[in-house]
């Protein structure tokens, strides 16, 4: 296995800006798995990413429930996945404004279908906090403006407190 030489003299570098990873275009990213997945449409990790980038940087929430609904209604997943795919689905709903009825009910889809599994009490005690979860995502916390005051209020001259 072959190590790519590393950075020499790091720790004297004025700036490590050129370790970060370079971001990729959305775009071509999507474009590349819409081709994989015309090859392999089966790949199940591949289509939950292409959901993510549809919601999240083309905000296009009706294609990625496309993308989501394929894999929860493939025949013989196991109930982890298909719990993971609703929970993906509730939180891109939440993120790009559905409402409190849709999300809602997606979570309810997993009570429903695995009432018998742990999965089943995390989506129950998600619905209990949901209401939670939409007032935290409206309401923005008011700013607080802050009077002028005396800075030195403890060194004046005739302080009780000077001897």
């Given amino acids: 296995m072959a190590v790519p030489q590393g950075v020499d003299n790091l720790g004297l570098r004025d700036s490590t800006d ?14 590349e798995y819409v081709k994989h997945l015309d090859l392999h449409p089966h790949d199940s990790d591949i289509r939950e990413k292409l959901a993510v980038i549809y919601a999240d940087h ?14 929860i209604n493939l025949p013989n997943q196991p109930p982890k996945r ?8 509730a939180n891109l709903q939440i993120r790009h404004g559905a409402d409190y009825a849709t999300v809602r009910q997606t979570l309810q889809k997993i009570v429903d279908t695995f009432p018998e599994l742990p999965v089943a009490d995390s989506a129950r005690s998600r619905i209990a906090r949901l209401a939670l979860e939409f007032k935290g995502r409206k309401e923005e916390t008011p700013g607080v403006k802050l009077g002028v005051y005396e800075q030195n209020i403890g060194l004046k001259q005739g302080s009780p407190y000077q001897r």
């Fill in 82 to 89: 298909v719990a993971h795919w609703l929970t993906v689905l």
């Fill in 58 to 71: 083309f905000h296009r929430l009706d294609l990625a429930v496309g993308e989501l609904a394929q894999m």
């Fill in 18 to 31: 050129f370790l970060a990873p370079t971001e990729e275009n959305p775009g071509k990213l999507a474009g």
